[in-house]
């Protein structure tokens, strides 16, 4: 997540590479970094927080307690974006001690290509600053939201999985497209764009998902019948047994 917000930030040309420095505890990631981004890298962890404005915390959840130790003392008055899934801002900011300004977010992979979907939630001593500062940077590479805190776990389980669960209805459109005699290559060009031109239709916002249905299907046509497989299928418990499970274990993760 890490390197597709750095990539995605640096694409919209919000922050110049300069800009950014980029830690990380295996070298030739540094190098990769450097060689694929321009920016600037470091294998000391204090002295890259020392001497930053904004630290984003895109590191797993297990590793944040020791990653948060190291830069204690280092802190300053830096504004603290983390992307660790599961883990409350209260961690983050008892870990850090004194009166850090944080802010949680749940940003997704498709912030990769500017196409990405964030929520934001304010810790203790963010101010509307701080989320504007937040807003801006996520903005850059998609859409943002703001939300209270203890809704970010239902935003992992929707949107910060939610791509790969895209990707699977992708496949699947794309092999059932195969078996009836398209190419695959074809196949898998016509679901993806499908599946984007439908998401698109969505967030133009004029017409409800109920509504775009309709327009699409009609009395005896074929999309109906494709619906009642689909319903027959239960596709919508389906996904919303993925999204509870996927919810479920990022409450999990925040409590270990």
Known sequence: MGEALAAGIISSGLVQPGDITIHDIVDEKLVSFRKKYNVNVSDDISGTVETSDIVILAVKPHHMEEVLANIARSAGDCLFISVAAGLP?????????????????????????????????????????????????????????????DLIDAVTGLSGSGPAYGFIIIDALAKAGAKEGLEESTALKLAAQTMLGAARLCLAGDKTPDQLTDMVTSPGGTTIEGIKALKAGKISE??????????????????K
């Open 89 to 149: 801002l209260g961690f983050i900011e008892e870990h850090l001690g004194g009166a850090p300004r944080a802010v949680r977010v749940m940003p997704n992979t498709p912030a990769l290509i500017g196409e990405g979907a964030t929520a934001l939630a304010a810790g203790t001593n963010a101010t509307e600053d701080d989320i504007e500062t937040a807003r801006r940077i996520f903005d850059s590479v998609g859409i943002t939201v703001v939300v209270e805190e």
């Open 238 to 255: 389906i996904l919303a047994a993925a999204v509870e499970a996927a919810t479920r274990r990022s409450k999990e993760l925040g409590k």
